[in-house]
């Protein structure tokens, strides 16, 4: 079942100074099905991380439209706008984005006490999340008292205790080491298989290759993707690389 659409996304700046217009992207199209694992990948400048923070509803296309389960973002006004991403979409991001003078279990439960959820169903949420990545242990601790791989282990318990339609994901293994990477791409893994769409972002060829599907974006466009289908991670890993060198060869990839 198509759970995220984008049609016809074209993003237009205007500098500041001298009106000068940019594009950031140009016509992008893609579907999103529900369980599924997608990473968009491209070189800095390519405009991925403007087609995040549009299918997040943090920033408006100047045209086209995303839809999430048949609701249009752009239909929905500014005062809802928050409360629709806090309760469809799940943030994970590179420098966790945790607040420093809340211990572990209230970052947790943050969008929940937003979302006004009773003291009974935040403890059995967190609980349940807490059990499934493993941090039971570190719940009264404060941010700074845990490792980045906690911390990010932390953000995406965060991500997940509302349910979300979907997990939106910038480049979530770049402020992490070799060891903490791989553990956290086995939890997405381990997510992914259990349910929950994942959409990530990401320049790391590694990343990349545990998710389902990748979108290659050059120049503001959908430049081609790849399904994994029966591939091992190494098989897709070289296959995403080819592609790279490709794109920045400005070659077509058959």
């Given amino acids: 079942m198509e759970l995220l659409e984008a049609k016809n996304i074209k993003k237009i700046y205007t500098t500041r100074f001298g009106g000068n217009q940019v594009q950031a992207l140009k016509n992008v199209s893609f579907s999103v099905e529900e369980n599924e694992y997608v990473a968009i990948m491209g070189e800095s400048g390519s405009g991925k991380t ?3 923070n549009i299918l997040a509803s943090l920033d408006k296309p100047t ?8 609701k249009k973002l752009n239909a929905i006004s500014e005062k ?3 409360a629709f991403r806090r309760e469809h979409l799940g943030f994970v991001f590179q420098d966790f984005n945790l607040l420093d ?33 493993n941090i039971q242990d570190i719940l009264n601790k404060m941010p700074y008292e845990i490792s980045g791989g906690q911390r990010q282990r932390v953000a995406v318990a965060r991500a997940i205790i509302i349910k979300p339609d979907l997990v939106l994901a910038d480049e979530p293994t770049g402020a992490l080491d070799s060891r903490n990477t791989d553990e956290l791409l086995n939890l997405l ?16 060829t590694k990343a990349a290759s545990h998710a389902k599907r990748v979108l290659f974006i050059k120049d503001g466009e959908v430049f081609h993707q790849l399904y994994k289908g029966d591939l091992t991670n190494a098989q897709m890993y070289q296959k995403i690389s080819d592609v790279l060198t490709l ?5 077509q990839y058959e």
Avoid: C
């Avoid at 211990?103 to 967190?126: A, F, G, Q, T, Y």
């Avoid at 893994?189 to 790391?204: D, K, Y």
């Fill in 50 to 52: 403007t087609l995040l």
């Fill in 247 to 251: 794109l920045a060869k400005g070659e």
């Fill in 189 to 204: 893994n381990q997510i992914n298989e259990a349910g929950q769409t994942i959409l990530m972002v990401t320049h790391s």
């Fill in 101 to 133: 003078t809340f211990s572990v279990k209230d970052n947790i439960l943050l969008p929940l006490v937003l979302s006004k959820k009773s003291i009974n169903e935040m403890e059995e949420r967190l609980k349940a999340v807490a059990s499934a990545l």
């Fill in 80 to 82: 809802e706008i928050s």
């Fill in 63 to 70: 045209s086209g439209e995303v839809v999430l389960r048949g």
